[in-house]
């Protein structure tokens, strides 16, 4: 049996994959998380006005001549309140953080500097330069300037310094729609009790909460039988629904009721691979029907979670239009591990940090059966072994690949 080497196979998935058409105009509010299509430009400038950045007095610098000056104080200017006169020699406005600098003057003088010999009179003890403690109308952004580029994802600043560039509604990409099927006789969904030959289909939830932090939605298609008709007929409400992608869990492999592959055929689908040269997730099944991209996941639960982050995340980032997202990062192994076979490994590991600043050590976990959903749940990462990776020996440098979070 021949496996597609892993690199070849996360290559043969996102080659020809462009991000889906559809762009929509939502409320800033919502936009949290969503691709930009296009660079995104600065409806107005911020500050708008040259702000003062302190609260104190602003003056003309080159009044402040002599040991501690006294200045005329002819009026205030507060955030949202300017003074509407100009400032002439000699004389001082009161000003708050935040609010627009006076007409003739330069400069603003902290309050801590100052003191007030009398209620109209303000005496300067300080020298400063001009511009001290102005932000300059356009110091953060002007008119037109790309506030965030085309297929950026929006980060909550983001959100904030589009609704400051004048944004109400935003265009954004569409939700990339994922379907997903749970396929097993022996399934229940969650928080229904499980009989003595049955289990809790908790694969597709874990994937259906990846799919949506990454800004997808979710076409749930339930629990399908291990039978054809029925996996034929979640086939067809997937195309229906117009779904991007499909997702099967389970049923992969070669067994008398693994249908998922045999029954896509009849379906028209073509299938791109099918079996990875990686542990676990040796099963995945990557094809298309039309333009629906289907991916094939395998049952055993950290199999299924492993190919969705490894694949279907990747899958749903590069169809939502996103730049691409590096998640392997270099630490250093905190075990020694055994050479390594033809199938790249993933191994569910723990993250130790080091206070002192040196790479994070990587600490597989002790049991990496392909079943263990407790040991999943307990892992920050995967510990990458490359295939015919040489045995190695804590201390040394590694690859891992971060899980999706909240
Ligand atoms: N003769 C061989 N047998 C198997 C091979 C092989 O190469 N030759 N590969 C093994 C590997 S590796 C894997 S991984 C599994 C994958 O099999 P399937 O994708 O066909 O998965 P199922 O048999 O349907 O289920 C396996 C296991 O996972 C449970 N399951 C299924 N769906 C869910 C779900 N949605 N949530 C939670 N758990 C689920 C299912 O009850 C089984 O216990 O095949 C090996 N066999
Ligand atoms: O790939 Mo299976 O996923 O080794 O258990």
Request: net charge negative.
């Amino acid at each position: 049996m021949t496996l597609v080497p892993f690199d070849d196979a996360v290559e043969r998935l996102l080659r020809d994959v462009s991000p889906v058409d559809g762009i929509e105009a939502i409320a800033i509010e919502d936009a949290c998380g969503r691709v930009l299509p296009a660079d995104l430009d600065a409806r107005r400038t911020q500050p708008a006005f040259d702000a003062s950045a302190m609260d104190g007095y602003a003056v003309r610098a080159a009044d402040l001549t002599g040991p501690s000056p006294v200045l005329r104080v002819v009026g205030e200017s507060a955030a949202g309140h300017a003074f509407s006169g100009s400032l002439s020699t000699g004389e001082a406005v009161r000003i708050f953080t935040g609010a627009p600098v006076p007409d003739g003057a330069d400069a603003v003088v902290i309050q801590e500097n100052t003191d007030r010999p009398a209620e109209s009179e303000v005496r300067i003890l300080e020298r400063v330069e001009p511009g001290a403690n102005i932000r300059r109308a356009g110091n953060d952004f002007r008119l037109s300037d790309v506030l965030a580029p085309a297929a950026s994802r929006l980060t909550p600043a983001a959100c904030a310094l589009a609704a400051s560039g004048g944004y109400g509604t935003i265009e954004v990409r569409r939700r990339v729609r994922v379907a997903i099927a749970a396929t097993g006789d022996e399934l229940v969904p969650p928080g229904t009790p499980a009989g003595p030959s049955q289990t809790v289909a908790s694969n597709t939830l874990a994937i259906s909460m990846i799919v949506h932090v990454i800004g997808g939605s979710v076409i749930d298609l339930g629990i399908i039988p291990d039978r054809r008709d029925d996996l034929a007929s979640a086939i067809e409400r997937a195309q229906n629904a117009r779904a991007d992608i499909l997702v099967t869990v389970g049923g992969a492999s070669v067994g008398d009721h693994d249908l998922v592959g045999p029954v896509l055929t009849e379906a028209g689908a073509t299938l791109d691979f099918w079996r990875v040269a990686m542990r676990p997730g040796k099963p995945l099944m990557a094809g298309s029907l039309g333009p629906m991209r289907i991916l094939g996941l395998p049952g055993n639960p950290a199999s299924s979670l492993v190919t969705a982050e490894l694949f279907l995340r990747p899958l749903i980032e590069k169809l939502s239009g996103a730049a691409p997202v590096r998640r392997r990062r270099r630490g250093i192994l905190g075990l020694d591990v055994k050479a390594n076979d033809k199938r790249t490994d993933f191994l569910r590991a723990h993250i130790q940090i080091d206070p002192a600043g040196s790479p994070c050590r990587v600490v597989p976990l002790p049991r990496q059966d392909s079943s263990l959903l407790s040991v999943f749940a307990r892992a920050d990462v995967l510990l990458v072994r490359p295939a015919f990776a040489p045995a190695a020996v804590a201390g040394e440098p590694c690859e891992y690949v971060m899980l999706t979070t909240g």
